[in-house]
């Protein structure tokens, strides 16, 4: 198996060369570096060059000529990668020596995954360990999926033909959502990098960042809390999630021959099916808290007698939708 590293860089010359240093200690080694650096003005593309002679693998280094901005840096670096099995990195963290090793082993005895997702430990900016985020997320009473963070994420080369071109709102949320809708992302329960946070982060686009990646969860948020950050109008929410959806739906029926091709036709249409349903749920519920007083409660009821609060959180969603 083939392996790439897709790298996105931009004025990251202070901690850029941990991260590159990481690369060459690997276990095993990629195949190669593919870095697109978008309009540096600093040291960044010097410290890149100077890495390129010295690494034992192939390292392409691709200068923009205008500022593409963060999404579509880091697409551009995807699209040029050759590699069955591709990295994406960030420019400030850094790997523990046997992530490529851990991922290709993984993916190998889990052929039908075509996205994996490993932990890693958040860390000040002097990578002082701080916790694991996939512990954040279990204590915080969530499940794996909630863990979307490019830079702890591999493809197999076939997701990358589905998924690319990605969303504007992000790559890494488009990319691991959508694999998800399918059921064709693993999790590997493993820290495999240090997660770098500091005050000049370009590249932090993981949900949940504000819990998971700045402190340590140390206890499940109550009921009475998720309730209480949870009366407010949801419908601007869900509007947008309704329009997400649309899109997510519109590329799988896009690719529709291409994924059935290489033999994953029942995931797809299992994915379209979980879609609409949960864009017409969702759509539901905009046009039910749409309603004031009696009619509100009776629509709620009648939501609930249907068995639609199944698709949320059962009778804590219908509270908040009597409440709200």
């Known amino acids: 198996?083939?392996?790439?590293?897709?790298?996105?860089?931009?004025?990251?010359?202070?901690?850029?060369?941990?991260?590159?240093?990481?690369?060459?200690?690997?276990?095993?080694?990629?195949?190669?570096?593919?870095?697109?650096?978008?309009?540096?003005?600093?040291?960044?593309?010097?410290?890149?060059?100077?890495?390129?002679?010295?690494?034992?693998?192939?390292?392409?280094?691709?200068?923009?000529?205008?500022?593409l901005g963060f999404v579509q840096n880091f697409e551009r670096a995807l699209s040029l990668c050759k590699g069955d099995l591709i990295f994406l990195s960030d420019q400030d963290d850094v790997w523990f020596d046997s992530k490529i090793e851990e991922i290709v082993r993984y993916m190998e005895e889990n052929p039908r995954y075509l996205v994996v997702t490993n932990d890693q430990i958040i860390t000040d900016a002097d990578l002082i360990p701080i916790g694991s985020v996939m512990a954040n997320i279990r204590t915080g009473g969530f499940e794996p999926s909630y863990l979307v963070a490019g830079c702890c994420t591999a493809i197999r080369r076939a997701w990358l033909d589905v998924a690319l071109p990605v969303h504007p709102t992000g790559h890494d949320h488009w990319i691991c959502e959508l694999a998800d809708f399918m059921r064709v992302r693993g999790f590997y329960d493993r820290p495999l990098q240090y997660y770098r946070?500091?005050?000049?982060?370009?590249?932090?686009?993981?949900v949940g960042t504000g819990s998971w990646g700045t402190r340590k969860v140390t206890k499940r948020r109550t009921?009475?809390?998720?309730?209480?950050?949870?009366?407010?109008?949801?419908?601007?929410?869900?509007?947008?999630?309704?329009?997400?959806l649309l899109e997510f739906q519109?590329?799988?029926?896009?690719?529709?021959?291409?994924?059935?091709?290489?033999?994953?036709?029942?995931?797809?249409?299992?994915?379209?099916?979980?879609?609409?349903?949960?864009?017409?749920?969702?759509?539901?519920?905009i046009a039910l808290l749409s309603r004031g007083g009696w009619e509100r409660t009776v629509a709620v009821l009648s939501f609930w007698r249907a068995g639609a609060y199944g698709h949320f959180e059962g009778w804590k969603s219908a509270i908040k939708d009597l409440l709200r």
């Open 197 to 206: 946070r500091h005050g000049s982060s370009l590249s932090k686009n993981m």
């Open 223 to 244: 009921f009475w809390e998720k309730l209480r950050y949870g009366l407010a109008d949801a419908r601007p929410g869900w509007r947008k999630e309704c329009d997400r």
């Open 250 to 285: 519109n590329r799988l029926d896009q690719r529709a021959h291409h994924i059935d091709a290489f033999g994953y036709q029942e995931c797809r249409l299992a994915a379209l099916e979980k879609i609409r349903l949960k864009r017409d749920m969702l759509e539901k519920r």
């Open 1 to 67: 198996m083939k392996t790439s590293i897709a790298m996105a860089t931009y004025n990251g010359a202070k901690y850029l060369q941990e991260q590159l240093d990481s690369f060459a200690a690997q276990t095993r080694v990629p195949d190669e570096l593919v870095i697109c650096d978008d309009h540096s003005s600093d040291a960044t593309v010097a410290t890149l060059s100077r890495f390129a002679q010295t690494a034992s693998f192939n390292v392409r280094i691709v200068v923009n000529d205008v500022n």
